[in-house]
């Protein structure tokens, strides 16, 4: 069992930045995709962006594409997100997730793990 602790969130004006931050533990970090989602207020949670196990391949969503960067670090067994040119609709929860699988295509990962999640809020 993975555990997932996201951290970074805040409040920012738009065209701001935040890097939020996702520490794991419990397992191999670095044999899992990893990726984040988003739940805005009255809305279902989001895909933005995940990673594959070796760092090598990510993928956007498409609202978030050349703003978000995913990054990691499987030596800190930590994963983040890199967020410019931030939009009000951007304002969400944002979660941290881990593959089920292990070393799996980033591309039909099963996040099966969440962390508790991170406010993130932008004010026009």
């Not at 044999?31 to 739940?39: A, D, E, H, K, V």
């Not at 895909?47 to 960067?69: D, H, L, P």
């Not at 030596?75 to 410019?84: C, F, H, P, R």
Request: aromatic share 12%; hydrophobic share 35%; proline share 2%.
């Amino acid at each position: 069992q993975v555990q997932l602790v996201e951290s970074g969130g805040g409040l920012v004006q738009a065209g701001g930045s935040l890097r939020l931050s996702c520490a794991a533990s419990g397992r191999t970090f670095s044999s899992y995709n990893m990726g984040w989602f988003r739940q805005a207020p009255g809305k279902e949670r989001a895909f933005v962006a995940s990673i594959s196990w070796s760092g090598g391949s990510t993928i956007y969503a498409r609202s978030v594409k050349g703003r978000f960067t995913i990054s990691r670090d499987n030596a800190k067994n930590t994963v983040y997100l890199q967020m410019n040119s931030l939009k009000p609709e951007d304002t969400a929860v944002y979660y941290c997730a881990a593959d089920s699988r292990y070393r799996g295509n980033v591309g039909t990962a099963d996040f099966g793990s969440w962390g508790r999640g991170t406010q993130v809020t932008i004010s026009s």
